[in-house]
């Protein structure tokens, strides 16, 4: 069993910030990548970002410059600084992370139960 717990989702005002944080827990061998995806009422679920184990990063382009993906391997746990927060930016937010649960599975995708954000104008 694999558990995604994520945390720092809440209400702030345009122009604010948040600070998100998605812990990987269980039978975890490896972890490729992990990620953010938000899903607006009425809308799919996009990507917002994601980061690889060697550290590389992609953002969808509504979020460049304002929010920053990192992780700690060691913790298995990623974060998502958001600045700036526009209304457009609320959502619920999914963690994802793609894992190995042992040296012989393949990876899979893993998600979080999400977390709400809602920005104010």
């Known amino acids: 069993q694999v558990q995604l717990v994520e945390s720092g989702g809440g209400l702030v005002q345009a122009g604010g910030s948040l600070r998100l944080s998605c812990a990987a827990s269980?039978?975890?061998?490896?972890?490729?990548?992990m990620g953010w995806y938000r899903q607006a009422p009425g809308n799919q679920r996009e990507l917002v970002a994601v980061i690889t184990s060697g550290g590389s990063t992609n953002y969808t382009d509504s979020v460049k410059g304002r929010f920053t993906i990192s992780q700690d391997n060691a913790k298995n746990t990623v974060y998502l600084q958001m600045n700036s927060l526009k209304p457009e930016d609320t959502a619920v937010y999914y963690c994802?992370?793609?894992?190995?649960?042992?040296?012989?599975?393949?990876?899979?995708?893993?998600w979080g139960q999400g977390t709400q954000v809602t920005v104010s104008s």
């Open positions: 994802l992370a793609d894992i190995r649960r042992t040296p012989r599975s393949r990876y899979a995708a893993n």
């Open positions: 269980g039978s975890i061998f490896s972890i490729n990548v």
